[in-house]
């Protein structure tokens, strides 16, 4: 098992940039793909970025050339760098991993697919 924790939420305006991070913990050598989703109130979690082992990464349409996803091996984090904060980036953004590596072709979009969960922390964009 994997423990997640993330940090790095808050409130920003439109336009500012905000960097989560995912600090992993447990049995990490088992984890093929890391990755956010994020849900907004009365919505469905959504996929917003995959990272695999092999550093291959991929985004959801929505935050493609806005969102960027990468990882410090050294230090067990998973980074979103997150720039050009729109009001629909608002929502809580979980950190999620599994055992096996994510699809580059169709955005991981169930969240019962990954067996590791971070708690959760709120990002606030307004306009």
């Known amino acids: 098992q994997v423990q997640l924790v993330e940090s790095g939420g808050g409130s920003v305006q439109a336009g500012g940039s905000l960097r989560l991070s995912c600090v992993a913990s447990g049995s990490t050598y088992s984890t093929d793909c890391m990755g956010w989703f994020r849900q907004a109130p009365g919505k469905e979690r959504e996929g917003v970025a995959f990272r695999n082992r092999d550093s291959s990464t991929t985004y959801a349409d929505s935050v493609k050339g806005r969102f960027t996803i990468s990882k410090d091996n050294a230090r067990n984090t998973l980074y979103l760098q997150m720039n050009s904060l729109k009001p629909e980036d608002t929502g809580t953004y979980y950190c999620?991993?599994?055992?096996?590596?994510?699809?580059?072709?169709?955005?991981?979009?169930?969240?019962?697919?990954?067996?590791?969960w971070g708690q959760g922390t709120q990002v606030t964009v307004s306009s």
């Open positions: 999620a991993a599994r055992g096996w590596r994510c699809s580059l072709v169709r955005l991981p979009d169930r969240p019962g697919d990954f067996a590791d």
